[in-house]
Every structure is written in structure tokens, then in C-alpha cells.
């Protein structure tokens, strides 16, 4: 975590928008304007953080391509909420597919939310 220059605590990939020429204002209003960079945006229907859990997705502003994907799409059992998320085998399956459409599909196991 670091320092952003927006003033909060913010990951790696919010610094790099910012450098990348300006940050929030690069995906306000849940509009992403970075042309040319594509970006795959994974949600959860059981987010306790992120309210309402749909604020998580982006529209692709002229020239980006933005792609969407809730975690439940086809695997109605995983639970997982915003922090179980990061280690849930089918949100980890679906980055790596994003990163490389030859890898395998996303597994769909059973997954129970934890805070």
C-alpha cells in the first residue's frame, strides 16, 4: 500500500494510473478514458465494502476497453465477500484467464464469506 496522490492509502495499480496521467480522473463517474489500455474489472455480489456492490464496474470511455465480470456469473456457490475475494480460487482463476486466454477456465467451488 502506498500513499496515493489523492491523499488515501490506495494498491499498486491506483499509483500507476496516476502516474500513468491522473488517476481517479482517469475512471470518474465509473468511466475509464485510458486509451488503448484494456481492463477486467472482477466483483462480487456479496461486497460488504464496496456499496453498492455494482459501483465496482467501470464503462470503457473512447478508445479503452473495459470488461466486466461478477464473481457469481456461473458459479452460483462462491460467497466470497470484497476481502475473501482476493484468495478465491474461481477470482484468482478469472485474473489469470484475463492475463492469458489460453489459461484454464476459472474453477466454480463452493466458497463461504469471511470478514
Given at each position: 500500500?502506498?500513499?496515493?496522490?489523492?491523499?488515501?492509502?490506495?494498491g499498486r495499480s491506483?499509483?500507476?494510473?496516476?502516474?500513468?496521467?491522473?488517476?481517479?480522473?482517469?475512471?470518474?463517474?465509473?468511466?475509464?478514458?485510458?486509451?488503448?489500455?484494456?481492463?477486467?474489472?472482477?466483483?462480487?455480489?456479496?461486497?460488504?465494502?464496496?456499496?453498492?456492490?455494482?459501483?465496482?464496474?467501470?464503462?470503457?470511455?473512447?478508445?479503452?476497453?473495459?470488461?466486466?465480470?461478477?464473481l457469481q456469473e456461473?458459479?452460483?456457490?462462491?460467497?466470497?465477500?470484497?476481502?475473501?475475494?482476493?484468495?478465491?480460487?474461481?477470482?484468482?482463476?478469472?485474473?489469470?484467464?484475463?492475463?492469458?486466454?489460453?489459461?484454464?477456465?476459472?474453477?466454480?467451488?463452493?466458497?463461504?464469506?469471511?470478514?
Amino acid at each position: 500500500m502506498r500513499k496515493s496522490l489523492a491523499g488515501g492509502w490506495v494498491g499498486r495499480s491506483v499509483v500507476e494510473l496516476e502516474r500513468a496521467g491522473g488517476g481517479a480522473r482517469q475512471h470518474d463517474e465509473g468511466v475509464f478514458r485510458v486509451e488503448g489500455v484494456a481492463v477486467v474489472a472482477v466483483g462480487t455480489k456479496y461486497d460488504e465494502i464496496t456499496t453498492p456492490w455494482q459501483s465496482t464496474f467501470m464503462t470503457a470511455g473512447p478508445g479503452a476497453t473495459v470488461r466486466n465480470i461478477t464473481l457469481q456469473e456461473g458459479c452460483f456457490v462462491d460467497f466470497s465477500a470484497h476481502l475473501s475475494m482476493s484468495y478465491s480460487p474461481r477470482a484468482i482463476g478469472l485474473v489469470k484467464r484475463a492475463l492469458d486466454p489460453s489459461a484454464p477456465a476459472a474453477p466454480c467451488v463452493p466458497r463461504a464469506p469471511a470478514f
